[in-house]
């Protein structure tokens, strides 16, 4: 059992959701340290599945500054619906 708990407890931080699983699932006491040792492997190429994967689908995307005539177009009517707004707004206080 020693054994066991020291090898849990030397693992980085990375693999503490599996030593979670193995301590909450098996009883460290009875727990044989080869099949531990076959476990922990197992997780380890699945760990280094993922990193590997997460390396490949990197990409790297370029920003570019785009003008919107639309954009534009809907700015000026709202500008000029805000200055006939406030133009109305005078006439009444008058």
Do not use: F
Request: charge should be negative; glycine fraction near 2%; proline fraction near 2%.
């Amino acid at each position: 059992y020693d054994h066991v708990g020291k090898i849990l407890r030397s693992l980085p931080q990375q693999w503490r959701p599996k030593v979670t699983v193995i301590e909450e699932a098996k009883d460290l006491k009875k727990l044989i340290l080869e099949s531990l040792i076959s476990n922990l492997r197992s997780h380890e190429m699945v760990l280094n599945t993922d990193v590997s994967l997460e390396k490949s689908k990197s990409v790297a995307l370029q920003s570019t500054k785009t003008n919107s005539k639309a954009l534009k177009a809907k700015l000026v009517e709202i500008e000029e619906e805000s200055s006939v707004d406030g133009q109305e707004e005078e006439l009444e206080d008058e």
